[in-house]
């Protein structure tokens, strides 16, 4: 491929994936409640408030990993740290070996939990990811008490 084509692809690439953060900062993000809303149609509009809690780990692992890759941004380090805050405060069922939900609502009330480990995977990858940028030791412990939970399993 020719440094031509090459850069067109390359812009290509970056405009689609800056629609796609641009996208779920301006319509996913749960302002009130934080964490992000996970039912959105091509518009943005939320169809669903109740919210996907691997999705909340899997928003804030990419939002994370994006301020790893190209650098940090205030407001992707925000969009990272609502989804993990929610997740602590709301998404882990202390009472059962703190798994995590599966779903839960708007504001983060249990709506299923189950039995395989998806929520507690992207948690733990988020908190790792979230250290990596912060170096602030509480993502580390959460990542390990996360991934100790699924290895266990």
């Not at 031509?4 to 970056?14: E, G, I, K, N, T």
């Not at 708007?106 to 990858?125: D, H, I, N, V």
Request: glycine letters at 8%.
């Amino acid at each position: 491929m020719d440094q031509q084509r090459l850069q067109s692809v390359r812009d290509s690439v970056r405009e689609q994936m800056d629609g796609c953060i641009k996208f779920w900062l301006n319509h996913g993000i749960d302002k009130v409640n934080g964490g992000v809303y996970t039912c959105l149609d091509r518009s943005g509009k939320v169809y669903s408030t109740d919210k996907s809690v691997w999705m909340q780990g899997r928003c804030a692992w990419t939002f994370a990993w994006l301020c790893h890759l190209y650098g940090i941004k205030k407001e992707w380090m925000d969009a990272a740290k609502s989804c993990l805050d929610f997740m602590e405060d709301h998404c882990i069922n202390r009472s059962a070996g703190n798994r995590m939900y599966f779903t839960v609502t708007a504001e983060g009330k249990p709506l299923r939990q189950r039995r395989y480990f998806y929520s507690e995977t992207f948690y733990s990858m988020a908190n790792a990811e979230y250290y990596g940028i912060t170096g602030e030791k509480i993502y580390l412990d959460r990542a390990i008490r996360a991934y100790n939970t699924y290895w266990d399993l």
